[in-house]
């Protein structure tokens, strides 16, 4: 059975960073293009970041540019999400994701882990 277990949330200062993980079994991972969503209460689920299957190619919703990079080791079955200058609205709960494409589309995401709650306060 598959599984995305994301970990790394926290509480952190507005400035702060936080680096998430998620790591993947029962998965050909490299097989799999990996995403990061956010969700903040009320709110529907929303891209953040994606990165290609070879880790080559990644893609940034405009409100992380430049402060958060993703990133993949196939080794270790994992992507990351390094997030630098943290704002108050990046508290959100964080999911990752695995999908055949490279794509920003949720509904193209196969399999998803059970989140990570990031809190950012002031």
């Known amino acids: 059975q598959v599984q995305l277990v994301e970990s790394g949330g926290g509480l952190v200062q507005a400035g702060g960073s936080l680096r998430l993980s998620c790591a993947a079994s029962?998965?050909?991972?490299?097989?799999?293009?990996m995403g990061w969503f956010r969700q903040a209460p009320g709110k529907e689920r929303e891209f953040v970041a994606a990165?290609?299957?070879?880790?080559?190619?990644?893609t940034y919703a405009d409100f992380v540019k430049g402060r958060f990079t993703i990133s993949r080791d196939n080794g270790k079955n994992t992507v990351y999400l390094q997030m630098n200058s943290l704002k108050l609205e990046d508290t959100a709960v964080y999911y990752c994701?695995?999908?055949?494409?490279?794509?920003?589309?949720?509904?193209?995401?196969?399999?998803w882990g059970q989140g990570t709650q990031v809190t950012v306060s002031s």
């Open positions: 029962a998965l050909t991972f490299n097989n799999y293009a």
């Open positions: 990165i290609s299957r070879s880790g080559g190619s990644t």
């Open positions: 994701g695995a999908s055949r494409p490279f794509t920003i589309l949720i509904r193209q995401y196969n399999y």
